[in-house]
């Protein structure tokens, strides 16, 4: 391996590591500035941690923290998973959870008194699902529900860990309901769906790409056009047209959302009767667009 290619991919490890521990940071900046003074519990570990804070005032002032409540279920957690899941695949993992317990210790709780809860929950949404669409871009998660999730999926293969999810994180929102009352768990769910849009978008947002079909009797034109100007690769597929019976080429073609733009220039300037149709595509992996 050269010394280059080396250097490359030390680089890329510790963009990944940065990646991780700037998402983990943003998702404490929610729990310790948004979600806890105001009692809203959006599901997971740190959700449950909120819930057991506020009954455990009577055993220490303030109640047992939320970042000390997270060491202590992720220490077995961590020690059946590895056991479970492997080494190598907990290591990203473990990066993820050391640093939000890390920014949960650090950053200080403060409440800002927000007294338009819609707000808050807006805000602390989109502040945890930046973050989590970062940690999850990387690889990683921050362990907690997510890492109970995948260690029961391993003795219940017929429940995909999504299901799972849905069930423990949903039972610790209604908890959160019977401790803080309805109207903090129905803003908690808002920010629950703002978060997963958000992190939905930032994953779609590194990966997103739009596809062509192209029909018309001048493919060969278009296709070199667009070979030759855009350096895209196009495929020819046979198709028959059902109402002609003619036989001819569809060409098919990938390319970047800002590209897709002259595709269609292209073809109409070649063909003006081309038919084309374009689609949203979730995911690219390839030359020219995301290397796995």
Same mark, same amino acid.
Request: overall charge positive; hydrophobic content about 50%; charged content about 15%.
């Given at each position: ?11 890329? /490890?510790?963009?990944? !590591? ?7 940071? %943003?998702? /404490? ?5 948004? @979600?806890?003074?105001?009692?809203? #519990? ?25 970042? %000390?409540?997270? +060491? ?7 020690? #059946? ?21 890390? /920014? ?17 929950? +807006? ?6 699902? #930046? =973050? ?14 997510? %890492?109970? /999730? ?7 293969? @017929? ?18 309901? %019977? ?13 629950? !769906? ?24 001048? !493919? ?22 059902? @109402? ?41 992996? =390839?030359?020219?667009?995301?290397? @796995?």
């Amino acid at each position: 391996m050269s010394i280059r290619r080396i250097k490359n991919k030390k680089l890329l /490890a510790i963009k990944k !590591y940065l990646i991780i521990i700037i998402g983990s940071f %943003l998702m /404490a900046l929610a729990i310790n500035l948004i @979600y806890e003074p105001l009692g809203l #519990v959006t599901g997971g570990l740190t959700g449950l941690a909120i819930v057991v804070k506020e009954l455990t005032g009577f055993i220490r002032e303030g109640g047992i923290p939320v970042w %000390l409540f997270t +060491v202590i279920c992720n220490i077995p957690l961590f020690v #059946v998973a590895i056991k479970i899941l492997g080494f190598r695949t907990m290591i990203n993992v473990a990066l993820g959870t050391i640093s939000l317990i890390i /920014a949960l210790f650090i950053i200080p709780i403060v409440d800002f008194q927000f007294e338009d809860l819609l707000l808050a929950s +807006v805000v602390g949404g989109t502040l945890t699902g #930046v =973050g989590l669409g970062m940690v999850f871009s990387a690889s990683s998660s921050t362990g907690g529900t997510d %890492l109970l /999730a995948s260690i029961i999926h391993k003795f219940k293969r @017929y429940l995909s860990v999504p299901h799972i999810l849905i069930f423990i994180d949903g039972a610790i929102v209604i908890l959160g309901a %019977l401790v803080f009352g309805l109207g903090n768990a129905l803003y908690a769910i808002i920010s629950i !769906y703002l978060s997963s849009k958000v992190s939905d978008g930032i994953l779609e947002g590194l990966k997103f790409a739009k596809m062509a079909y192209i029909i018309s009797d001048e !493919y060969e034109k278009i296709a070199s056009e667009i070979m030759t100007n855009l350096d895209r690769g196009v495929t020819g597929l046979n198709s028959t047209g059902m @109402y002609s019976n003619k036989d001819r080429k569809m060409l098919f073609c990938v390319v970047s959302k800002k590209e897709i733009v002259k595709i269609t220039e292209i073809a109409k300037k070649i063909d003006p009767n081309s038919f084309i149709i374009v689609n949203d595509v979730r995911e690219v992996m =390839g030359e020219g667009f995301i290397e @796995y």
